[in-house]
């Protein structure tokens, strides 16, 4: 399972979802990676007032603010 969370820096929800990503997400075959989108323009335009936005194995599955009980639907 690939995890994909797009973020920005100083932004409270993303640094709240990589915690339970971090928290609720399977251990082993499960991979975790957290994409600032202000270090690319072209995530910034895509992502930019979504974020965090939960990418998993290609697919958007949330974004803007999310619980605990999302996170572990879409797990």
Known sequence: M????YTRRGCHLCEAAW???VALAPA??????ACDV???PSLQRLYGDRVPVLVVDGVVVLE????EGDVLRVL
């Open 19 to 21: 915690d339970m990503l």
């Open 38 to 40: 202000d270090g690319e």
């Open 28 to 33: 082993p075959p499960a991979h975790i990676v």
């Open 64 to 67: 803007g603010r999310f619980d």
């Open 2 to 5: 690939q995890i994909m969370l």
